[in-house]
């Protein structure tokens, strides 16, 4: 079974940074690919950026030049670091970890969800 414990939300000053933090936890899986989508009030949860096993990334066009996203495979986290935070960025950031069960098939998980807020 995988558990996802996500850390490092907040309220912040536009302009301001943010880290998240997502530990994933599971004996015998594999953590493939990373990602975090976000999700605004009445609006519907949006890829924000990925990365893969290798290290390939992928951004929305939207957080391009002012996210960056990374893992540590050691310790099965992936990270998202926010720099240049706009109102527009104020959702809930849920983490996904697509994971695989030796011989089982691939499977998406998803973190609890954590509040980013930018606002003066």
């Known amino acids: 079974q995988v558990q996802l414990v996500e850390s490092g939300g907040g309220s912040v000053q536009p302009g301001g940074s943010l880290r998240l933090s997502c530990v994933a936890s599971?004996?015998?899986?594999?953590?493939?690919?990373m990602g975090w989508y976000r999700q605004a009030p009445g609006k519907q949860r949006d890829l924000v950026a990925t990365?893969?096993?290798?290290?390939?990334?992928d951004y929305a066009d939207s957080v391009k030049g002012r996210f960056t996203i990374s893992r540590d495979n050691a310790k099965n986290t992936v990270y998202l670091q926010m720099n240049s935070l706009k109102p527009e960025d104020t959702a809930v950031y849920y983490c996904?970890?697509?994971?695989?069960?030796?011989?089982?098939?691939?499977?998406?998980?998803w973190g609890q969800g954590t509040q980013v807020t930018v606002s003066s």
């Open positions: 599971g004996s015998g899986y594999t953590f493939y690919t």
């Open positions: 990365i893969t096993l290798g290290g390939s990334t």
């Open positions: 996904n970890i697509n994971a695989k069960y030796v011989l089982s098939r691939l499977t998406a998980y």
